[in-house]
């Protein structure tokens, strides 16, 4: 995956609170037993960690400034996102959002950007408090995406994938595609209680997915506002096959044989590691959101 080397990062859909604490509240997903238990429950990569009752604190608790900041300093170019993986990530939400918003106007919608928030350790968010542990999320009370860069190491160490950039952003894109849920009112689906293979949970992890996908296959047309060219310059199949790689490496059944020995589909949140590169494929295939109406 290649970025425009000429092309304007706008680092305003990304605030960097790496090094921050939070005020008030404490986080009660974290490392160690509990941070095992939130991952094999499948929290992690999904929507808020509220929704499974392991955080605390004051809901309405947000980061606080950085102290560095670093991508309004470092990334200013699609040059910056081909050598830093922090900037990769601001010009990827900025390609995603790109494309989110020209489909609403399409539509005759209006898309209202969301932005991601990177983190180390813990975060305070108006979904609770959070660590690490629980992966990137979007948290609907603030609509808001938040990430820390470590996950794509846990990626590939605990989870086997086998990374690369665009690993990188299907997990994005993903996030987002929870996002565009919040915003046609169908991620609340996700939030009756229920598990299971064909739980409505799962349907809105998938749905994300294929909308992932929808992007990807719109990533090297989409005109960036700087420069009218697309900001994504290229984009491989050798790319796809480790979006794909990174989407079965969290697919339920993988992560709870690797994590508890068995396979439990009717605690399932977020799908098998077969249906979640399934939805991705179809989304980058039709290029049609319409596509993935995974409720059918």
């Keep these: 995956m290649q970025f425009d080397d000429d092309a304007d990062l706008d680092t305003s859909e990304v605030q960097d609170v790496r090094g921050s604490r939070i005020p008030g509240g404490r986080a009660t997903v974290g490392g160690g037993i509990v941070g095992l238990i939130a991952l094999v429950l499948g929290l992690f990569f999904g929507v808020g960690p509220e929704q499974l009752g392991l955080s605390s604190g004051d809901p309405d608790a947000a980061p606080t400034a950085s102290s560095a900041a670093q991508v309004e300093e470092a990334c200013r170019t699609g040059r910056d996102a081909n050598d830093r993986e922090d900037c990769r990530t601001v010009a990827v939400v900025n390609s995603v959002q790109d494309y989110w918003e020209q489909e609403f106007r399409r539509r005759q919608g209006t898309y209202t950007p969301s932005r991601t928030i990177l983190f180390s350790d813990r975060i305070g968010t108006a979904c609770g408090s959070a660590t690490s542990a629980v992966g990137p999320f979007y948290c609907p009370g603030d609509r808001k995406v938040y990430l820390d860069l470590g996950f794509f190491d846990e ?142």
């Design 155 to 296: 990626l590939r160490t605990r989870f086997g994938a086998g990374g690369g950039p665009f690993a990188q952003a299907y997990v994005v894109a993903h996030e987002y595609g929870h996002h565009v849920q919040d915003l046609m009112g169908t991620l609340e689906r996700s939030q009756d209680g229920r598990t299971g293979a064909d739980s409505n949970a799962v349907r809105v992890e998938l749905q994300a997915d294929c909308y992932a996908g929808v992007w990807a296959h719109h990533a090297t047309t989409t005109p960036d506002e700087s420069t009218g060219r697309p900001l994504i310059t290229s984009l491989t199949q050798a790319d796809i096959r480790d979006g794909l790689d990174a989407a079965a490496a969290v697919g339920d059944d993988r992560i709870q044989e690797r994590f508890q020995g068995r396979v439990t589909p009717e605690s399932w949140t977020h799908g098998s590691a077969a249906q979640r590169q399934q939805w991705f494929t179809t989304g980058f295939r039709s290029g049609d959101m319409a596509d993935c109406n995974t409720f059918r």
